[in-house]
């Protein structure tokens, strides 16, 4: 199923806010099999009553901002044009001529509960009660070379797919009519091109899938960032819900000459630079010998040239990128990037993704 995401973004609305809710409802959309085709952007109320009959040519309508008690002429509107009356749901309301096969979600998001709380069974029920949902995770490509790949396989009749990213981090959503023997065919041939991007076949995020893996081996962390200045400690924090029990130390140090309030490295280490491969596998080793974890990471060098460090008491592998971004994207990716080397290293002798 294809539809038009409109969004309605006034004045009083930050970016911010905005951006996050678009990104949420198009997550939420494509894992009910909806994909957002098109985004138009409205600049006021008055541009979307000129042209409402244009923009409800497809299945949705969702405004941003919008609140409904200012907006009855617009709803008279779109009253006349699905020829219904509008219902009430908890986030807004919608409207559904099953005649005409048009639907409409109009929302009222004045606050951001809506993130927290929205129920998406409302999308499921309407766009994809007849479809079976298949779900494929991967790191490490973005959205453009992932939906390459899954172009150049030939797809069963009956069967469609949808890719949604977030710092090379993709949710690929499979839609077919029938789970039979062509299309675990096709899941197959999925799985033999992008294997060594997959670390799961469900909806879990990468932080969720590294919570489940270190429980299955009972494996503890430990951390040592040179790089994003917290940021790397903070979204672990905040994604990671048994984070105290898994994470034994997380050593955030802005300058490498401070690395030795937590650990003891010789001097001649010190001399090198946080960028080198000699400082950052020394710096690895030393967090293996003075504390209990399993497993080290360490994030180091700067905004253009990056390296990764992840190794346990029988071998430490270095990975480096190069970057030409902003600090948010590298952060971001260097985050998800991490993760991901963390559990294809775990994911050993676990029989799991």
Known sequence: MKTNLIALKTQETEIDFNLKIERFLTHKFAENGVEITQTTTLKNFEELNENIAHLLTNCSVVCFDLNLSNANMLLNKIDEFYFVESQNFEYGKYWINEKDNKYCFLFDLSSLSFLENFDDKILYKTFVKNKNLTFIKTCGLDESEVQKAMRAINRPLGVDFIVVSEFLDCEIVILADSLDKEFNSYIQKIYEILDKYIYSDTKQTLVEKLSEITTIRNVK?????????????????????????????????????????????????????????????????????????????????????????????????????????????????????????????????????
């Not at 790397?232 to 050593?251: G, H, P, R, T």
């Not at 090198?272 to 990471?297: P, R």
């Not at 430490?316 to 994207?329: A, C, G, M, P, V």
């Open 221 to 353: 962390l430990s951390f040592c960032d040179f790089l994003t200045d917290g940021v790397f400690e903070q979204f672990l924090k905040e994604s990671m819900a048994d984070y105290s029990q898994k994470v034994l130390s997380f050593y955030n140090v802005s300058k490498k000459e401070d690395i030795n309030k937590f650990l003891n490295l010789n001097s001649d280490c010190l001399k090198l630079g946080n960028n080198t491969d000699e400082f950052i596998y020394e710096t690895a080793v030393a967090m293996l010998k003075n504390n209990n974890s399993d497993v080290c990471v360490v994030i180091a060098g700067d905004i253009n040239k990056a390296c990764i460090a992840i190794g346990d008491n029988e071998a430490i592998h270095l990975y480096k990128y190069s970057f030409n971004h902003s600090k948010n994207f590298v952060d971001n990716v260097l985050f998800k990037t991490t993760i991901f080397k963390l559990l294809k290293k775990l994911k050993k002798n676990t029989g799991l993704f």
